[in-house]
């Protein structure tokens, strides 16, 4: 162990630092981060919380991972360069215990596992990810790097630690976070984390701890003074109630003889890091850390977690990074889970939704479109195979498809090429036609009201303003019955027939720009069929009328395609 080990680690009781240490170290943190945060404002990074193998992805997962491309693609719309990072957590007691129980070597089961995930990504048609896995050799000296720098920081020291151990959750939990129950299985009086409902046990050991309860007060003000930087609010609530009650120093190495199956602690091959600063890290390897001074994409924009590991994302990585003079980030957006008939999902009650069967029955952007329409932020969503196809059928054949295919009937004859001089008109119009005001009104409405909940994340609640405005265009077509317009002949009946074409074309044109994050295969075709240029479909054009100037010039350059549009969403087996 060199100098500087020995130092720091010579008595678990030894705080190390003076008062008049401690304010300058938190302003040299503060400077370094400033420092190290100067990415271009053009960059956005959504990270996904790396999954651990020790099972099969489910539909949690999944939507996990349509919530982090939709907003990465969302991103795109607005003419950012974005970095979408994913992978796989695989160190750990519970990834050592689970390869022995499965007779297999620890990497090869992990392995497996890994691919699964991976070939999840490549399923759920996910923007290009930046794949990594805690096994990889770039990560484990971004580890090592990351712990040698909180040494040198003076934020851990070794010490006795004593508390309730779970192993499902790799995580300590104190008196107050334990509550004692009845095993259902054996019937016997057990302990359990009430926030995970997982089994603990007492555990005592020597271990390398961070200073975690210094850092109380300072992640209270960052959130407090950002908002949003939790959401939702409930979550928000929860972490700062957690901060206010009181932080303990935090566990971050196990003995080595209890855990192998890790990243060794540098210096000392007796003790194994914690696995959970392990994992966390993986957001910075990702770009580029520790070889960067200036990193492309860190601190992350949006870091998508489910709400079971908030604690971990909104307590212990903040502070990490305080401690190791990083850029915190942006958001952390923590998404409720699934249920099934408003029941947790478990192979025990066999009401485990697998994805990959879920995409080959549906369709990856059907199915996209019903996990992000019905999944929950704040609060539990609730899956069923009733209620996609009702979405399929209500939503996107009913009010998107039906409305598309009616007005780019070859018997309508819309006539593309007017449509940019009908939006100006339309546009400029001080007393438009009061058949048309109603739609016209929810048209420019609309991007400002999609926006406003996109931002947040709260897709689901953008995807209703969107199909209610999909229901007023069908409304406003069986109104002004097209279909008789066409018989008339005369030159006010069929410039009146082009209008209320281009009304319901264009509310379908805005809608599939908006929905691109989500469901970006079908929106391409749709809009293709419109011919709307590929320049013409970033969120700009989302505002009313503007989007037809190359369709008239006839400069889009958009071939027909083979794929007719009654056939954007065929009927379901």
């Known amino acids: 162990m060199n100098r500087l080990y020995r130092r720091v680690f010579s008595g678990g009781a030894d705080r190390l630092a003076s008062t008049k240490y401690q304010l300058r170290l938190f302003a040299t943190s503060r400077a370094v981060a400033t420092t190290v945060a100067s990415k271009s404002p053009d960059n956005f990074y959504v990270t996904q919380p790396i999954f651990y193998v020790n099972s099969v992805p489910h539909i949690g997962h999944f939507y996990t991972i349509v919530l982090s491309d939709t907003i990465t693609r969302y991103a795109q719309l607005q003419g950012k360069s974005t970095k979408l990072s994913a992978g796989t957590d695989e160190h750990g007691l519970k990834i050592q215990q689970a390869a022995e129980k499965a007779g297999k070597e620890t990497l090869a089961f992990c392995t497996q596992f890994s691919d699964s995930f991976r070939a999840l990504q490549k399923a759920s048609n996910t923007s290009d990810i930046d794949y990594i896995r805690t096994t990889d050799p770039k990560h484990f000296k971004a580890v090592e790097h990351f712990w040698n720098v909180l040494v040198e920081r003076g934020h851990i020291y070794k010490g006795e630690h004593s508390g309730w151990y779970a192993v499902s959750d790799e995580a300590y939990y104190t008196e107050s976070q334990i509550e004692e129950r009845i095993d259902e299985k054996t019937g016997e009086r057990k302990k359990y984390a009430i926030e995970s409902g997982q089994p603990v046990e007492w555990v005592s050991e020597v271990n390398y701890k961070f200073r975690l309860s210094e850092f109380r007060d300072r992640l209270v003000q960052w959130i407090e003074s950002n908002p949003d930087v939790v959401y939702p609010e409930i979550r928000r609530n929860e972490v700062l109630g957690w901060l206010k009650s009181g932080l303990e120093d935090l566990s971050i190495s196990r003995p ?128 069923s195979s009733e209620e996609v196809v009702v979405r399929y059928k209500k939503d996107l054949v009913g009010q998107l498809a039906n409305l598309a295919s009616r007005c780019l009937s070859d018997r309508l004859g819309a006539d593309l090429a007017l449509f940019a001089k009908i939006a100006d008109q339309q546009y400029q119009a001080s007393s438009p036609d009061k058949r048309d005001l109603e739609l016209r009104g929810a048209l420019v409405a609309l991007p400002d009201k999609v926006k406003q909940q996109f931002d947040k994340s709260e897709f689901g609640r953008g995807l209703g303003y969107i199909f209610d405005t999909l229901a007023v265009a069908n409304k406003h077509i069986s109104d002004n019955e097209p279909w008789k317009l066409v018989k008339n002949k005369d030159a006010e009946s069929q410039a009146r027939l082009q209008v209320v074409l281009f009304y319901s074309l264009e509310a379908v044109r805005i809608a599939a720009i908006m929905l691109q994050p989500v469901m970006p295969d ?22 009313f009328g503007s989007g037809w100037t190359s369709v008239s010039s006839g400069s889009a350059d958009i071939e027909n395609p083979k794929e007719s549009i009654s056939q954007l969403f065929p009927k379901l087996a």
């Open 522 to 543: 079908k929106t391409s075709l749709l809009l293709d069929h419109l011919h709307v240029a590929r320049q013409d479909r970033d969120w700009s054009k989302t505002r």
């Open 256 to 383: 080595r003889s209890r855990l192998q199956w890790g990243i060794p602690v540098p210096n000392d091959s007796d003790h194994t890091i914690y696995v959970w600063v392990d994992a966390l890290v993986n957001y910075a390897t990702v770009d580029g850390y520790p070889s960067k001074s200036n990193p492309t994409f860190f601190p992350p924009d949006v870091q998508v977690v489910g709400k079971d590991i908030v604690r971990f994302h909104a307590v212990y990585w903040p502070a990490l990074l305080m401690a190791a003079g990083l850029p915190l980030p942006r958001r952390i957006l923590a998404h409720a889970h699934w249920t099934m008939g408003s029941q947790k999902m478990s192979k025990s009650k066999g009401n485990v939704v697998d994805p990959f069967e879920a995409i080959e029955q549906y369709g990856i952007d059907p199915l996209r479109y019903f996990m992000i329409r019905n999944g929950g932020i704040a609060n539990d969503g609730d899956y």
